[in-house]
């Protein structure tokens, strides 16, 4: 067990960030997800000891975050939302403040701190002051910090923000790579993101956790289930699709594939079936529909 997040709330004022929110985390890449203000970072913030919760608790690996948070700082690498670097450093006069703060000394620091330039793309960047970086470069830097001690957890804000499209593949790759061997959390607002690198999604809304499953469950859960996509070999008319017994709705989608929508919460493929072979209609291709994650995330949100 990596993070075990057990009834956390957080309020600031009159506001409750967290409500209640309950979490267990191991091995692998799970995404955080939420609207701006639904309380990921604060989340985040508590996790990695930055911030108290108003209630709950935390540990990391068995490390409580309120009682025991240099244990918990030694084990969890952290890049936040709004990357705070030292501008007027070097890449690599940085990176070997950030191994000096952990205790790497010697040829162990010069060698991570290599590695961690390789891994993360700054090569032909790593002799330039980091205000000189753009912002995608900005990133990989705090990328590298926030593994240099090699943590066994890695809590990543927007870790892709300001990325190219190759850079985005490079970090991609990386990440997925580290969620071997390792359990990241990571908080972004790109869906494609979500579904190319995460095995596991925690949705938040208004500081509770909506949904908590896996990425492919969530789509499935959220979809309208006996939604029906077909495609016939040849034209056929609305108005016959209409006939269908219990079909509500059509909608043509291109050429010959349509969407069937029931009347309620039934299956609707076998009347589809014997209605075919009485039309004498044949069916190339059946589905039922399936949502992407970004339309699953905006049913459980809105």
């Not at 799970?30 to 639904?38: E, F, K, Q, R, V």
């Amino acid at each position: 067990m990596s993070i075990l997040i057990d009834h956390i709330s957080k309020r600031y004022g009159d506001q409750l960030a967290l409500n209640d929110v309950n979490l267990t985390l191991d091995k692998g890449i799970t995404a955080l997800l939420g609207p701006n203000g639904a309380g990921k970072s604060t989340l985040m913030k508590i996790i990695t000891c930055f911030i108290p919760p108003t209630s709950g608790t935390v540990s990391v690996n068995g490390f409580d975050v309120m009682d025991q948070p240099m244990d918990v700082k030694k084990i969890v690498g952290y890049l936040p939302e709004h990357n705070p670097l030292y501008l007027d450093m070097y890449v690599r006069e940085y990176l070997q403040f950030v191994a000096g703060v952990h205790h790497l000394k010697g040829q162990a620091a010069t060698k991570r701190i290599e590695e961690m330039i390789e891994v993360t793309g700054l090569g032909i960047e790593a002799h330039k002051r980091i205000g000189a970086l753009s912002k995608g470069y900005r990133q990989r830097v705090g990328l590298a910090q926030a593994m240099m001690h090699d943590p066994q957890v890695l809590i990543l804000d927007e870790p892709t923000s300001g990325l190219d499209p190759n850079q985005l593949a490079e970090i991609r790759g990386l990440i997925t790579h580290l969620g071997n061997e390792k359990t990241v959390l990571l908080s972004t607002h790109i869906m494609q993101e979500v579904e190319a690198i995460c095995s596991r999604a925690v949705i938040i809304n208004k500081g509770v956790v909506v949904a908590d499953d896996k990425i492919e469950n969530l789509k499935q859960t959220e979809a309208s289930q006996n939604v029906i996509i077909v495609e016939f070999e040849s034209e056929v008319d609305e108005t016959l699709l209409c006939s269908i017994p219990q079909v509500s709705n059509v909608k043509r989608v291109k050429n010959n594939h349509w969407i069937l929508e029931p009347q309620g919460d039934i299956d609707i493929r076998a009347n589809l079936m014997k209605w075919s072979v009485e039309k004498g209609l044949i069916i190339k291709t059946l589905q039922k529909e399936d949502l992407s994650i970004e339309e699953a995330f905006q049913k459980l949100t809105k």
